[in-house]
């Protein structure tokens, strides 16, 4: 079988941990977010009833899982498929956010090879804000012809 | 249309979110030869040219959730979506649209159920999905 050219079938092991990845969600960058999705929604931008302005609870949701992988692989040529979040807490601005991940599955579909990564996210006190499970295709190259 | 209170009923749509889709890196980066983000390759692959993100549709997704729940949202909503039909490209006409599925008593509230779903151009769906949110008692 012929594999991704970029992450070998072989070496994507279900169950291997993925991560941590962290950052500060700053300010500036709420602001980016709210001007590059035309959401100028006053609850990140102004206030709250959770005490004060907060990160808008699809920021990077979707993205994390790629940055996840690819602190073992190259990804440069994945797609994402399908991706599913629970909000559980509000990410507080200027907190430093911190991601973990797994392997938790993969399967080859109608020629595809994907990956289903399961990732949950922190804030520095511990706080949990969100859980993840996202569906990536290696590419869009078949690598079988079922 | 309705917006989300404990009287919503099934089979109500949420009001709509239209927008243009824009993924600022799609402008500002180039991208290697295979990358679903390189207008070439995608066209060549059959789609209509480079791919917006997945985490860009899903945060064009929230707005329609947050917009419609308020910040109840951010403790306890959920969403899932399956990507479709060659997705989205920069500058496409896109808008979010869901229906109420089902109403669901729990602890602290109503759960409200959905099915959700993406629409570009004259209504091409570009993803599909399920929310639930909590509209408190």
Known sequence: ?146 | MVAASKDAKVGSEMPPVRKKSYQRSLDETVFMADSIHNNDYTRGKGYAGALTSSYVLCGYMSELLVNFFGPSWLKGGQIALTFINGGVQQGDEITCRGVITERVEEKGGIRLNLDIWMEKGEGVKVAVGKASGIIKA
């Not at chain 1, 992988?69 to 907190?95: C, R």
Request: with cysteine; aromatic share 8%.
């Open chain 1, 1 to 146: 079988m012929d594999m991704s050219k970029h992450i070998p079938w072989d070496s994507v092991i279900v169950g291997d941990t993925l991560g941590p990845i962290e950052y500060v969600v700053d300010k500036e960058a709420v602001e980016q977010y709210c001007d590059d999705w035309k959401d100028a929604n006053p609850i990140y931008l102004e206030d709250s009833p959770f005490g004060g302005p907060v990160v808008p609870p699809a920021f990077r949701a979707g993205l994390d899982s790629f940055r996840l992988l690819a602190t073992k692989f190259d990804s440069h040529a994945t797609v994402g498929v399908k991706t599913e979040h629970e909000y559980i807490n509000p990410a507080k601005i200027g907190k430093r956010l911190i991601t973990t991940g797994k392997i938790a599955d993969k399967y080859i579909k109608r020629g595809i090879e994907y990956v289903v990564i399961e990732y949950s996210m922190v804030d520095e006190d511990g706080v949990e804000i969100r859980r993840s499970v996202d569906h990536i295709a290696l590419s869009v190259e078949r690598v079988t012809d079922s």
